[in-house]
């Protein structure tokens, strides 16, 4: 065990959210300036269609429709377009997955400490109309989580 390891960090709050420009599970760009005006909640999630992953994106997608339309949810992994877009498909996820196939999306957001990583670990922003971070949080408890991150989410 390498006790040295570096841990990722979170984005303080107050923080601007790292831009980015990746392609969801449909293969459409997504712009992180291009959702100006928009609360955000960017979820990153380590492998589609694992268990842990699919509670925590059916938590998501049970309580999406609930949302007022200047509020959307944006889940992330590594994955490719092919297998979020199943993943997506399979369980009815009513927001897009984004593909962080280059792992530096990751990396701006402290979900991992390196492009060598194989996985991002499980952690939740919200980030405000003006792309600035309001909330962080590393999951623990994937349904206590999700709670939590849409109650900070319709706190506007």
Not at 109 to 120: E, N, Q, V, W
Request: one cysteine or more; aromatic letters at 10%.
């Amino acid at each position: 065990m390498n006790f040295f390891k570096k841990k990722p960090k979170l984005l303080k709050p107050g923080t601007p959210a790292p831009d980015f420009k990746l392609k969801d599970h449909t293969g459409a760009t997504v712009e992180l300036a291009g959702l100006r005006g928009k609360r955000i909640l960017l979820w990153f999630y380590p492998k589609a269609d694992t268990p842990g992953c699919t509670l925590e994106g059916k938590s998501f997608r049970d309580r999406a429709a609930q949302l007022p339309d200047d509020q959307i949810i944006l889940g992330i992994s590594f994955d490719d377009v092919q297998d979020n877009c199943a993943f997506a498909e399979k369980f009815g996820f009513p927001y897009r997955l984004l593909c962080d196939t280059t792992k530096a999306v990751g990396v701006a957001y402290g979900a991992c400490t390196g492009t060598d990583a194989k996985y991002p670990e499980r952690v939740t922003y919200v980030i405000d109309k003006d792309g600035t971070v309001e909330w962080a949080e590393k999951v623990t408890d994937i349904e206590a989580h999700v709670h939590a991150a849409l109650a900070h989410l319709s706190d506007a």
